[in-house]
């Protein structure tokens, strides 16, 4: 391990939060200290998540203190913010290999190490999780097992998370939220909800009483019995008096504490400490910065999110020097493209839940700030809002990641397709994305649309496709329109051309050839492109078309392959289960075709996190994986032919 990832004095000696316990709680300062550090030190140098976990170092380690962990179960939304928790609990020495191939995950998993409690990744998770564990606790009569769920207040506006609140609060389970509350997600945090947070941290009147009632009231025992009870209702009382809107945590059956510097690690030990006397489901409020104790990373939250490679002594972020020019990023060509179209066309506007930046649509933001809306973390609520402005004749771009669209299928189903509406679906981060891994990989976007009907499914191999499919998808009576790019650069730099319209469910040929035909949907012909030249030199004269749509097929074009060419491979950056090559299946089937089909892509698993390349390869259809097959099965074509030859004579 590199000299400035050594961990400082006191870390080095937490392997486990029995060894966290020895510590006094004023000593807690200076571990939390170091932890940051250590955060800072090892990921300037093996890139990640960065404000997050920085933001809750102090809540990390104020939790495996008090709780007895990992027979107490902690839950952490989303786990962006989990660094923390991972290096105290027996992954200090592995901290290195974060989001690295066969290193350990990005995100808690229930694979890797007993205190990850619930495996996550996806926002607005945990407290049904965490109610999940509290219930089964209960159930098998374990009733001294404390279960804590931290979420963060953008998390807060996912629909799931208020179904969890809205379950537990009758359950009565043993049940802690922790609300880390830093008016961040990747972006700012939008939305009433926010507000509302706002209210209440910044009612002194109303926190400063509420503390005085629980020190008086909390220490007499005249009332015998219902002390606590009448307790509750006095403090309510104050409550409905001094806010402009009832407690809605206590609205739902929670009891509420806070809001509390989430930065005071020997007060949140107190806190939590005599939180977990207290039964039934509770929240505690604590406010945080994203990004403390590193200057930029507090000044720039989004930007530092995960930054990349950044030198820790400047704060300067670290790019890569080339004296060419650059392609642009898929999603930038997104976010110009779709304000030229809004220049044009003053019915189209531009959605996204909470992934402004991550998408691009802040690019429209800035001049359209009318026309574009963050709906927060909400992907159910992102398509139904789409659909009601469709209905309308405005023309919604949906931005969601692949992954999360997931969040949002029957809304996809009922709301938009079975009404015919005119909503772009643009899927950003389609097929593999690398480090992140398993929960953020977009393989099944492919074959969840492909299935609906009414639905467009289409694909740009390049810059200049996604332009052209968005220009083609605001057309006149398009119907629902699904276009998926992946996450990372195109490969060319003047992309800025006029706009021209696709012919719906038409391929392109790139080459022509008579040996075998490779048929390639969105980035994967790029993969083929890449390895033109070897085959070329090998004699080989392959056709490559690029489908460019799933739904519908260019049924012309596989009618003209099937009859020509006895062998045939589908690339596709999605799983191979129901997805493109699936489709192309599908067709040759019912058309009686004797053509063989090799298909490429994401296997029947669930794929772990590594660069794009190493996973690419691993799954077998990047460029040496499509050269392989290409290979292989000219030598079976070669073979076969030979037969033939020597059965004549």
Known sequence: MERSQIAGKLLSKINSPDDLKKLDTFELIRLSEELRQYIIDVVC????????????????????????TPYDQIVWDV????????????????FHTNR?????????????????AFGVGH????????????????VKKE??????????????????????????????????????????????????????????????????????????????????????????????????????????????????????DGHDVVYLTKVLDDLKKIPGPKV??????????????????????????????????????SDKAIPPRFQDVFGHTILELAKENDKIVGITPAMPTGCSLNIMMEAMPERTFD???????????????????????????????QRAYDQVIHDVAL???????????????????????GAYDLVYMRSIPNMIVAAPMDELELRNMMFTAQQNDMGPFSIRYPRGRGVITDWKKPFDKIEIGKSRTIRDGKDIAVLTIGNTGLFVKEIENRLIEQDINYCHVDMRFVKPLDEEKLHAICGEFSQIITVEDGTIVGGFGSSVLEFISENAYQTKLKRLGIPDAFVEQGTPEQLHALCGYGPEGIYSTVMNLMATIKKQKKVKVNVKH
Not at 47 to 67: D, I, K, M, N
Not at 156 to 168: H, I, K, S, V
């Open 45 to 68: 140098e093996h890139p990640g998540h960065f404000g997050a976990s920085l933001g809750v170092v102090e809540l990390s380690v104020a939790l495996h203190y008090v709780f007895n």
């Open 79 to 94: 786990g962006h913010q989990a660094y923390g928790h991972k290096i105290l609990t027996g992954r200090r020495d592995k």
């Open 143 to 260: 009733k001294q097992r404390q279960v804590v769920a931290v979420i963060g207040d953008g998390s807060l506006t996912g629909g799931l998370a208020f179904e969890g609140l809205n379950n537990a609060g009758v359950e009565k389970s043993n049940l802690l939220v922790i609300v880390n509350d830093n008016d961040m997600a990747i972006d700012p945090n939008v939305g009433a909800f926010k507000e509302y947070l706002v209210d209440i941290a910044t009612s002194h009147t109303y926190n400063r009483l509420k503390d005085d009632v629980w020190k008086i009231l909390g220490k007499l025992n005249r009332f015998g019995p219902n002390t606590q009870a009448l307790i509750q209702k006095i403090d309510n009382g104050v409550k409905s008096i001094l806010m402009k809107q009832g407690n809605f945590f206590e609205s739902m059956k929670f009891r509420y504490f806070g809001p509390v």
């Open 123 to 138: 926002s607005s998770t945990s407290i049904s999780a965490a109610l999940g564990l509290a219930v089964a606790s209960r």
């Open 100 to 116: 690295k191939l066969n290193g350990i995950t990005g995100f808690p998993n229930r694979f890797e190490s007993v205190y990850d």
């Open 375 to 405: 709906v927060g973390i909400a992907e159910q609520h992102a398509v139904t809002f789409s659909a009601g402005m469709a209905a309308q004749g405005l023309i919604p771009f949906c931005n969601i990641y692949s992954s999360f669209m």
């Open 419 to 441: 009404q015919k509406l005119n909503v772009v679906f643009c899927l950003d981060r389609g097929g593999i994305v690398g480090a992140d891994g398993p929960t953020h990989h």
């Open 284 to 321: 505690l409020h604590i406010k945080t910065i994203k990004g403390k104790g590193f200057k930029q990373a507090e000044m720039d939250q989004t930007t530092w999110h995960a930054p990349g490679l950044f030198d820790k002594e400047t704060g300067e972020i670290i790019k890569g020097t």
